[in-house]
């Protein structure tokens, strides 16, 4: 696609309950991200993928966060048993190949709330 | 660990005025320095990339410089708009695969 594609863009759940987030990277991008951005935060890494492999997951705050990306395109970031620090927008990034020479496209994010 | 921090955390200008954003990086040790755009409810927008090899880069009304040795970066907009108001966001590559490290923003208010 032109852009990098999240879903849903809004998701407000009760806490306990699971949530899948989507991001469909550009076309050709073999390097995909994710970040966090928490009220009055910064952007806080949490994964990346290089094709279907993610080489550091070392953002993830806890083992309720999983993610996994098919084909080399699309990824889903899934937050299991949502706790109230978890709202937070998160945003996907792509990247024609991973490292210094190319820059990020971002996705607009998915704003979760968790009540 | 890399530490980004951007001075001040909010800025307001009248429009016409040029806007100078700071941006500091505990480990000089990065293969690049960027600068996005981040508008409300919206994902980032790429501005300047800067390589660790480089002085600074322009693009249009933007010119971003790097000083590595003094742990800097200064993003420049001349003659400011008002549709330059925006938050606007520094990050250090810290990986060579591509782990950004940012700062926490600048908002930046531009009146008529």
């Known amino acids: 696609g032109a852009g990098v594609s999240q879903s849903p863009s809004n998701k407000v759940t009760e806490k306990g309950k699971d949530v899948e987030l989507r991001c469909d990277p550009i076309s050709g991008h073999t390097a995909l991200y994710w970040y966090r951005q928490s009220l009055g935060q910064g952007l806080e890494f949490l994964i990346y993928?290089?094709?279907?492999?993610?080489?550091?997951k070392s953002g993830l705050p806890s083992d309720r966060f999983s993610a996994e990306r098919t084909g080399g395109s699309v990824s889903t970031l899934t937050i299991q048993r949502t706790q109230q620090e978890d709202s937070a927008v998160y945003l996907c990034?792509?990247?024609?190949?991973?490292?210094?020479?190319?820059?990020?496209?971002f996705g607009s994010g998915t704003r979760l709330t968790v009540v | 660990k890399q530490e980004v921090t951007q001075i001040p955390a909010a800025l307001s200008v009248p429009e016409g005025e040029n806007l100078v954003l700071n941006c500091s990086f505990t480990d000089s040790a990065i293969y690049n320095l960027q600068w996005f755009r981040q508008d409300p409810g919206k994902g980032l927008t790429s501005l300047l990339l800067i390589q660790s090899s480089q002085r600074e880069q322009t693009s249009g009304r933007l010119n971003a410089s790097l000083d590595k040795s003094s742990g800097r970066s200064t993003l420049y907009i001349a003659a400011s708009q008002p549709g330059d108001s925006a938050t606007y966001l520094c990050a250090a590559l810290t990986d060579s695969w591509g782990k950004l490290q940012f700062g926490a923003g600048t908002q930046v208010v531009v009146t008529p």
């Open positions: 990034a792509s990247s024609l190949a991973p490292g210094m020479n190319y820059g990020y496209t």
């Open positions: 993928f290089q094709g279907n492999s993610a080489p550091d």
